[in-house]
């Protein structure tokens, strides 16, 4: 059960797009289509952004948009702005008979 | 409205025991996937416990023997009994529904602290 790698931080102006990744392996990000994104701010639970690798829930800005190649997911942000400054958080389905698995997670500021 | 409302956290001294609750509402706990995740003070989510809707469970290795997720239908809620606690066990503990689905729903969490 080892953990997602994710860049620890991005950083970007107003207005610029970022992009994060999310490096699993054939086990989890690569086998399923089931790699979902979340969004945390200080001391808040976290939000769900993606799910099943690029799909975005009603009430979710359409800046926020997810990929996969192989066993990398990775997460965009267009037309950054200031509320996008928060903790942003992968994680994988990896089989019936284990956990689901966290990224390491990533900071993103918004310069 | 779907609500997860967690309880039962607190500060236990290192070998003690806590039970964290679950109680769900606007939806079937039976019916879902159910997870404990936590995260330890300034660090990221870590899975904890997972029960599945058809009764299926799962552990991190951290806690494997040490921690027990369990259901009550008729109260619609989730259990995390947690024995043999270890000051590494410290973290904020959220409960969730369905991680990686698109009905994802977390509750804002409950602290355990253990410290002597």
């Known amino acids: 059960q080892s953990a997602l790698t994710q860049t620890a931080s991005v950083s970007g102006s107003p207005g610029q797009s970022i992009t994060i990744s999310c490096t699993g392996t054939?086990?989890?990000?690569?086998?399923?289509?089931?790699v979902s994104w979340y969004q945390q701010h200080p001391g808040k639970a976290p939000k769900l952004m993606i799910y099943?690798?690029?799909k975005r829930p009603s009430g979710v800005s359409n800046r926020f948009s997810g990929s996969k190649s192989g066993n990398t997911a990775s997460l965009t942000i267009s037309g950054l702005q200031a509320e996008d400054e928060a903790d942003y958080y992968c994680?994988?389905?990896?089989?019936?008979?284990?956990?689901?698995?966290f990224g390491t997670g990533t900071k993103v500021t918004v310069l | 409205e779907v609500q997860l409302v967690e309880s039962g956290g607190g500060l236990v001294q290192p070998g003690g025991s806590l039970r964290l609750s679950c109680a769900a509402s606007g939806f079937t706990v039976s019916s879902n996937d159910m997870s404990w995740v936590r995260q330890a003070p300034g660090k990221g989510l870590e899975g904890v416990s997972l029960?599945?809707?058809?009764?299926?469970?799962h552990y991190g290795d951290s806690v494997k023997g040490r921690f027990t997720i369990s259901r009550d239908n008729s109260k619609n809620t989730v259990y995390l009994q947690m024995n043999s606690l270890r000051a590494e066990d410290t973290a904020v503990y959220f409960c969730a529904r369905d991680i990686v689905g698109a009905t994802a729903y977390w509750g804002q969490g409950t602290l355990v602290t253990v410290s002597s």
């Open positions: 054939s086990r989890d990000v690569g086998n399923y289509n089931l």
């Open positions: 994680c994988s389905y990896a089989g019936s008979n284990t956990l689901y698995v």
């Open positions: 029960i599945y809707s058809g009764d299926k469970t």
């Open positions: 099943e690798d690029n």
